[in-house]
């Protein structure tokens, strides 16, 4: 119990063993308060964000929950119990990636890390990050990645295993696809998406898609997908046929595929989503940061240009193969 799902229920429960101890709020609390599952874990977020003298912010999250009677320094209490909260649910979660992180002994290890929870909480990522090196073995490297990027969530899992990269010279086990559709229909076709309409099998209509592909010796080319409702990952072959859809291409909706190695797609894929401000977008910007990295910014339209006319073909920024290409790609 340690996820977003049930801490706030646990600072809820807590309050109200306080309350009825009469050592909160004077001994008054309400019928919302007294109620299970009416305290979100936004709450938490927002009362340890609530730094100024005057806890504004915790005082309006009282005024919702119908508390009316309390002084000072039973906010500081309720601060204290979300801190306390907050810090048992980070240091569960540190010593689960730390147990795992020691026993597969890697030097080097990057964790993805999704969830509301993680990427609001004023201070569960540093939590996290300090506990973890507490317990992990002092010679083993880590990075904590937030993995929560739409369609370039795909970057995260790269993090995850990119150490691998420098194992391969000539041909990465590891590819980052990115698909793209012919001009002028500059949106992707997916189906079986976790977003997508379950009454026509998960489809969704994207700007762009990020997957990645991996080739496991016993299994062949896998796809991991991080917004797919298939099998995670997934046999390149079920994907191309599920999620894919070759059955479904047409001269005027043409998918095409740019290939790139992982730790290219790391150093240079960059994209603030300005994109997504425009009229005809259907969905806002995400509130998470916009992918950077030390050379690069927002140059997701390099990526996107394409020479259809003659595929395959090699740019700075990988190659580009069309359906039948890339089915061949999959080798299966």
């Known amino acids: 119990m340690v996820a977003g799902m049930y801490m706030g229920e646990l600072v809820r429960l807590v309050i109200e063993k306080l309350v009825k101890g009469n050592l909160i709020f004077r001994g008054v609390g309400s019928q919302l308060l007294f109620t299970p599952n009416t305290f979100p874990t936004k709450f938490i977020s927002e009362i340890l964000a609530d730094e100024g003298g005057n806890m504004v912010q915790t005082r309006q999250i009282l005024d919702e929950l119908g508390i009316e009677t309390y002084v000072y320094s039973d906010l500081l209490v309720l601060r204290e119990v979300c801190m306390t909260v907050s810090r048992r649910s980070a240091n569960l979660c540190a010593a689960a990636i730390a147990c795992v992180l020691n026993r597969i002994g890697k030097k080097k290890a990057i964790v993805g890390i999704d969830g509301s929870t993680y990427r609001f909480h004023p201070f569960l990522h540093s939590w996290v990050k300090d506990k973890v090196r507490e317990l992990l073995d002092p010679n083993i490297d880590f990075h904590l990645v937030q993995a929560g990027d739409g369609s370039g969530r795909g970057a995260a899992l790269v993090a995850a295993i990119a150490d691998k990269l420098n194992l391969c010279s000539i041909?990465?086990?590891?590819?980052?696809?990115?698909?793209?559709?012919?001009?002028?229909?500059?949106?992707?076709?997916?189906?079986?998406?976790?977003?997508?309409?379950?009454?026509?099998?998960?489809?969704?209509?994207?700007?762009?898609?990020?997957?990645?592909?991996?080739?496991?010796?016993?299994?062949?080319?896998?796809?991991?997908?991080?917004?797919?409702?298939?099998?995670?990952?997934?046999?390149?072959?079920?994907?191309?046929?599920?999620?894919?859809?070759?059955?479904?291409?047409?001269?005027?909706?043409?998918?095409?595929?740019?290939?790139?190695?992982?730790?290219?797609?790391?150093?240079?894929?960059?994209?603030?989503?300005?994109?997504?401000?425009?009229?005809?977008?259907?969905?806002?910007?995400?509130?998470?940061?916009?992918?950077?990295t030390h050379n690069c910014q927002n140059n997701l339209s390099k990526w996107l240009e394409v020479a259809v006319d003659r595929c395959p073909h090699t740019d700075s920024y990988g190659c580009v193969f069309d359906l039948e290409q890339f089915e061949k790609l999959c080798k299966y």
């Open 171 to 292: 041909f990465p086990t590891l590819l980052i696809f990115i698909a793209i559709n012919f001009f002028p229909y500059v949106l992707v076709s997916l189906w079986h998406q976790r977003t997508g309409d379950p009454n026509f099998e998960g489809f969704v209509v994207w700007d762009y898609h990020v997957f990645a592909m991996l080739h496991h010796d016993q299994q062949g080319e896998l796809i991991f997908d991080l917004d797919t409702t298939l099998q995670f990952p997934c046999s390149a072959k079920e994907y191309v046929e599920k999620a894919i859809r070759p059955d479904c291409e047409c001269h005027n909706n043409r998918r095409l595929f740019r290939v790139v190695d992982a730790k290219l797609y790391i150093e240079k894929f960059a994209s603030d989503r300005s994109h997504m401000i425009s009229p005809e977008t259907f969905a806002h910007p995400p509130p998470w940061p916009i992918i950077v």
